[in-house]
């Protein structure tokens, strides 16, 4: 017993942060090939041109204390596509998302919102939510006497739009070096420094190789917004941890049978159903998206449907009862009929309010659907390493909530950079990064739980579960404070 405490009193202690640097740096060697001896430097490069990695380049761009840092964006869609979307004004992308105020404030402050195409954007000031199998309900909207200024929800709009309004405001801001249509081959440290050069030490800087013409670029701060299979995290050797959900995501663009004048309060519903919930979201009238979370198979059929079909699906999952749907899936064709005989002998709620206003229509290639996972990685930074969006955490969409995670890590990693700037740090070490990490970890940490508990229970049919999670959304409905606690927090000002 005591030559093992001997023993263990004389191993050294190795913190956390040099623990991970040194599996880094032998992870690298294995995932990456050695890089050019001579790229070219960049104080931060990101991987990734979606809305987590453009907004982060703006806002660097913007700030006058971190504007005159060298910049650079790879990624491999063609740029192009997106600057010059375009759709007639009765038509809709299936990408929506759900922007909060909090958010909204933020991409405002760095020039983007104006940028945004505003008759795409349609904001919200009410929503449903109610339990699928035990009708409890609870409705969301803002007090008269809420100190919130604002009565906004949220606010819908295209991911594409999002995404042509950030590259306009990049492009009038002084130039970052932009290299589209290719990715990353490899990833490594630099060689190790020689001890009689005065020539800057890059071994700890992370080095990448492109693709398409092998060109080399060294990075003080590599930012991965690459998604959920991040070859930065990849890279870094963070792990990532968590489960799929054995849903899909059903989305497509619809109309609705009523229109609504252009300030008119607008109203989100969602049905939890034991597959997954349903949600009908607002777009600029009589349009909306539809976000069905559902089994494989259910969506698989779905797809399959007429247009007529599936619209009497979406109308059956607001109105019927769940023995009544699981029926209609079972159905090769025919839902619309089904739906009409059934509709004789169920007591429908009145739509606008408790319900959502027919869909009489499906926007044609708009039927899509998606994998659900949950996904969190261990840690958000290494050395001269950071991770955002999706690279960083994926969540179930029932809270609508991804894109605000992500816009979330931006600016609170922007605002580390600032800080380092600002007192003379290297942005890509040292406390600036670790007080990122902190800063973010925990909010989405609980975030991603909340959501991965909604969703399994929701999914029970029966027994107590029913009736607790009915008491609580009742009670919760009854408490006024309580409820606008739920609300601050989903708006981003918990």
Request: hydrophobic share 40%.
């Amino acid at each position: 017993m005591r030559s093992v405490l001997v023993k263990n009193l004389a191993r050294p202690y190795i913190c956390p942060s040099c623990a991970q640097s040194v599996r880094l740096r032998l992870r690298s060697s294995i995932y990456a090939t050695v890089a050019s001896p001579t790229p070219e430097l960049y104080d931060v490069v990101c991987v990734g041109g979606g809305p987590a990695g453009l907004s982060l380049l703006t806002a660097l761009r913007a700030s006058p204390i971190t504007s005159s840092l060298k910049l650079a964006l790879i990624e491999s869609q063609d740029l192009s596509h997106s600057s010059t979307w375009s759709l007639p004004p009765d038509q809709y992308w299936n990408r929506v998302s759900s922007l909060t105020p909090s958010s909204k404030s933020f991409l405002e402050d760095i020039g983007i919102w104006q940028h945004l195409d505003h008759t795409r954007v349609q904001s919200y000031q009410r929503m449903q939510v109610w339990d699928g199998v035990s009708g409890a309900r609870i409705s969301f909207d803002w007090e008269p006497h809420s100190s919130n200024p604002s009565k906004t929800i949220a606010y819908m709009t295209e991911n594409a739009n999002l995404l042509r309004a950030l590259q306009t405001r990049l492009s009038s801001l002084p130039p970052i070096t932009t290299l589209d249509k290719t990715s990353v081959s490899s990833i490594s440290f630099g060689p190790s420094a020689d001890p009689s050069s005065s020539d800057l030490d890059l071994s700890s800087w992370p080095h990448l190789t492109l693709s398409s013409n092998h060109q080399s670029l060294a990075a003080r701060l590599l930012i991965g917004a690459d998604g959920i299979n991040s070859p930065v995290r990849s890279f870094a050797a963070i792990p990532s941890r968590g489960w799929d959900y054995d849903r899909h995501g059903l989305v497509a663009t619809v109309t609705l049978s009523t229109s609504f004048p252009e300030n008119h309060p607008r109203t989100a519903y969602q049905r939890f159903l034991p597959t997954g919930p349903i949600a009908l979201l607002p777009l600029p009238s009589p349009y909306a998206t539809l976000v069905w979370s559902t089994l494989p198979s259910h969506a698989a059929h779905l797809k399959s449907l007429s247009p007529d079909d599936l619209s009497a699906m979406i109308n059956a999952a607001f109105r019927l009862s769940q023995v009544d749907i699981d029926y209609m899936h079972t159905i090769p064709s025919g839902q619309a009929d089904e739906l009409a005989w059934r509709e004789q002998h169920t007591p429908i709620p009145e739509e606008g309010s408790h319900i959502p206003h027919r869909v009489t229509a499906i926007q044609s290639g708009s039927v899509a659907s998606f994998p659900l996972r949950l996904r969190h990685a261990d840690a958000y930074t290494a050395n001269r390493v950071a991770l955002v969006g999706d690279a960083a955490h994926t969540i179930h969409p029932l809270a609508g909530q991804g894109l605000n995670m992500g816009i979330g890590d931006v600016e609170a990693l922007v605002k580390n950079i600032e800080n380092s700037v600002r007192y003379g740090g290297d942005i890509g070490a040292g406390m600036g990064l670790e007080r990122y990490g902190a800063e973010r970890y925990a909010p989405n940490n609980r975030l991603l739980g909340v959501v991965d508990k909604l969703h399994k229970l929701y999914s029970w049919r029966s027994g107590p579960v029913v009736g607790l999670r009915s008491l609580g959304l009742e009670a919760v409905e009854r408490l006024g404070v309580v409820k606008e606690l739920f609300m601050r927090e989903a708006a981003g000002r918990g």
